[in-house]
């Protein structure tokens, strides 16, 4: 009898057995003969394997799940999963049996991995609101690609507001393309707003800080998305001021309306402690660049994600290129700046800072 040692040798094994009935099943004569044969054979052979499911009497593995062990077959995993039976793999010699310990961040998820190990023998697992994340995380660690599957669109029908923050990180943590965009495309001005309203907001890393910023899936005008970043910056200036121009330079100021540049980006500049002078001088070239293209109008609310991919490189990369041409080509004055450390400012959208830059009219039209 043939030994496969190796997950590929199995699945390669398995396929063919599989082939082998379709081809058997498709004959005409075997359909003459026994109609029904296969179908009653694979029914009594899911069946049996079914009750091997935690039948520590003929499982050849434990799986260590923190204090607690779920018996096993190995062929079983292999014909599910190729990264279980390549972890943390020993030998027990008392039980003799071989020991797949787990991950430790699954220690305290015992009933879960139990239900998803059954569900290798059945191929049915009920997936719930309460269980879906725990689901998916053990699905995606493992490579359990079926599972992957079918709990994707459970979880991509519980981003909301309450939820946003704790889906998108778990979309982070086990860096999955697939489930960041669905959160990025739910989070709307709504879902914006009661998100940054929270400490949570003010207390995410500047990586996930980043991602939304970049993101042309967010469903969100671009003055709200200033006001995130903003709010962010505020919160810590002096932790944060080195990443102020690498996230506000993600801003498509130019989808700004001339009210809202003037009003609210001129102001929070002008005024805020968590830029210095060096970033508050290249925003302002970057925003009087977007005023000169913000003449020829978007709508009021226009978001980034309206725009074609193509429009939106086109922008951003413009954007971009102007920061060190700017001030020779516009030619705009800054009026008389203040350096006085000990100056008293005008009070900003989020904050205050020393610097006064005059008046706007100069720089605006």
């Not at 599989?18 to 099943?25: G, H, K, R, T, V």
């Not at 030998?91 to 310990?101: D, L, V």
């Not at 980006?265 to 009087?288: A, P, Y």
Request: with cysteine.
């Amino acid at each position: 009898m043939k030994k496969f040692t190796k997950p590929a040798q199995v699945k390669s094994a398995y396929k063919a057995w599989q082939s082998a009935l379709a081809s058997e099943s498709a004959s005409p004569d075997t359909k003459k003969t026994q109609p029904k044969l296969n179908d009653e054979w694979q029914k009594n052979l899911v069946t049996r394997l079914s009750l091997l499911q935690l039948d520590d009497g003929t499982s050849d593995v434990d799986i260590i799940v923190g204090e607690h062990k779920i018996p096993s077959h190995k062929t079983v995993l292999l014909l599910n999963s190729d990264l279980l039976t390549a972890g943390e793999i020993s030998y027990n010699s008392k039980s003799q049996k071989m020991e797949i310990e787990l991950l430790p961040e699954f220690s305290a998820m015992f009933e879960i991995v139990k239900t998803v190990i059954q569900s290798f023998y059945t191929g049915k697992i009920s997936v719930s609101h309460e269980n879906a994340k725990g689901i998916y995380k053990f699905a995606s660690c493992y490579s359990v690609s079926w599972l992957t599957e079918q709990t994707f669109p459970i979880l991509k029908g519980m981003i909301n507001a309450q939820t946003f923050a704790e889906l998108f990180d778990l979309a982070q943590n086990l860096s999955c393309k697939s489930l960041t965009t669905a959160c990025l495309q739910k989070f709307d001005e709504k879902l914006a707003a009661a998100m940054t309203s929270t400490p949570e907001w003010l207390e995410q890393d500047y990586y996930r800080v980043k991602l939304i910023s970049l993101s042309t899936d967010v469903q969100i005008p671009e003055i709200k998305m200033f006001e995130m970043v903003c709010k962010w910056l505020d919160h810590k200036p002096l932790e944060r001021n080195s990443l102020s121009l690498s996230l506000l330079s993600n801003i498509h100021f130019d989808l700004i309306d001339h009210t809202n540049l003037i009003n609210q980006v001129f102001t929070w500049i002008n005024n805020s402690n968590s830029i210095d002078d060096k970033v508050r001088l290249n925003l302002f070239k970057i925003v009087s660049t977007a005023s000169q293209k913000n003449k020829l109008g978007y709508p009021a609310g226009f978001s980034r994600s309206k725009l074609s991919t193509q429009e939106s490189a086109s922008s951003t990369s413009s954007t971009s290129s102007t920061v060190s041409t700017a001030s020779s080509s516009i030619g705009f004055s800054f009026g008389s700046v203040n350096t006085n450390p000990n100056s008293q400012s005008n009070s900003g959208l989020f904050g205050s800072g020393p610097t006064n830059f005059g008046n706007t009219g100069s720089l605006f039209g």
